[in-house]
């Protein structure tokens, strides 16, 4: 991949909260810089989970958010501009605030406000430096969610197979990729990614069979890859951390290293070109 190459738009969705959206975005982006790529958070969530982690200086969150450039009708290089340093040199993240659910009040009525990212992504050749770029997101079907999903290439879905309301939330959400898709016709559903797997809870197999089958009937995979439930993603949170930084031995660590090289075992398929 060369620089010239605009980034892979990817975003971590479902409209159900707690599934490890947040925890995916922060530690396959950790895992792919171990891979020698530069990666850009953008966060589109007000709770703002991703930014109060990797945030490098705090105080940058509410210097700089997404919702700044959002606001600002006129002008290039917005997003670029925006741009905070994270504790890894090659992870950068365009931070959110609690202002972002005002601001998404505000244009809820403006058939155009969906459109506010892709926009500014497109003003914006500065951006082509990074490899990918991940969308974290809110746990609704709003405002933010579909901005992610406009200027997405891929969406994937973090699914514990243990939380049946999110399973039970599923077909509206695919509703609005479907719906999304009439607008931005590049985008795919890559692919499911098991989180919180945990083999000793009766009915994960059998839920994880149930997944399998509801998605290969739409023509979609679920990842190789399971993430499994890992005490210490917690514990990594309140530390602020990685798990690669907090606890590189646990599975944690193990599954998203897998998944970042299942990743780009796809995207070097998908793309007919080395991205290993
Ligand atoms: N594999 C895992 N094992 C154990 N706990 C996990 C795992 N993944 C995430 N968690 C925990 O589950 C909780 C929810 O995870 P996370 O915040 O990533 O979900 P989310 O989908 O981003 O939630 P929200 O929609 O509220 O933003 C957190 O406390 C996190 O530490
Ligand atoms: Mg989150």
Same mark, same amino acid.
């Given at each position: 991949m060369t620089r010239q190459d605009p980034p892979i738009f990817i975003t971590l969705g479902n409209r159900k909260g707690g599934v490890g959206k947040t925890t995916s975005v922060i530690n396959l982006a950790s895992s792919l810089v171990r891979h020698g790529k530069k990666i850009l958070i953008i966060d589109t969530d007000p709770q703002s989970n991703c930014s109060s982690i990797l945030l490098n200086n705090t105080k940058d969150q509410t210097k700089y958010s997404l919702i700044d450039a959002l606001e600002a009708t006129e002008g290039e290089g917005l997003l670029s501009g925006i741009v905070c340093s994270t504790y890894h040199p090659r992870i950068k993240i365009i931070p959110n605030t609690a202002r972002c659910m005002l601001w998404e009040r505000k244009v809820a009525q403006q058939s155009d406000a969906v459109m506010g990212i892709s926009r500014l992504i497109s003003k914006d050749p500065a951006l082509n430096h990074y490899d990918f770029v991940f969308f974290d997101t809110p746990p609704n079907l709003g405002v933010m969610m579909n901005n992610a999903l406009m200027a997405s290439d891929y969406v994937i879905i973090?699914?514990?197979?243990?939380?049946?309301?999110?399973?039970?939330?599923?077909?509206?959400?695919?509703?609005? /990729?479907?719906?999304?898709? *009439? #607008?931005?016709?590049?985008?795919?559903?890559?692919?499911?990614?098991?989180?919180?797997?945990?083999?000793?809870?009766?009915?994960?197999?059998?839920?994880?069979?149930?997944?399998? *089958?509801?998605?290969? *009937? *739409?023509?979609?995979? /679920?990842?190789?890859?399971?993430?499994?439930?890992?005490?210490?993603?917690? /514990?990594? #949170?309140?530390?602020?951390?990685?798990?690669?930084?907090?606890?590189?031995?646990?599975?944690?660590?193990?599954?998203?290293?897998?998944?970042?090289?299942?990743?780009?075992?796809?995207f070097s398929v998908i793309y007919g070109k080395q991205f290993v």
């Open positions: 973090p699914i514990p197979p243990s939380d049946q309301f999110s399973l039970d939330g599923l077909a509206a959400y695919l509703d609005l /990729i479907g719906a999304m898709r *009439k #607008h931005n016709q590049k985008l795919q559903l890559l692919a499911v990614l098991i989180t919180k797997y945990d083999p000793e809870w009766g009915n994960s197999l059998n839920n994880v069979g149930l997944i399998n *089958k509801y998605f290969s *009937k *739409k023509g979609v995979g /679920i990842f190789n890859t399971c993430i499994r439930n890992c005490p210490e993603i917690d /514990i990594a #949170h309140v530390a602020r951390k990685t798990i690669f930084e907090s606890a590189p031995d646990s599975n944690g660590a193990a599954d998203y290293s897998a998944l970042s090289n299942e990743l780009l075992e796809i």
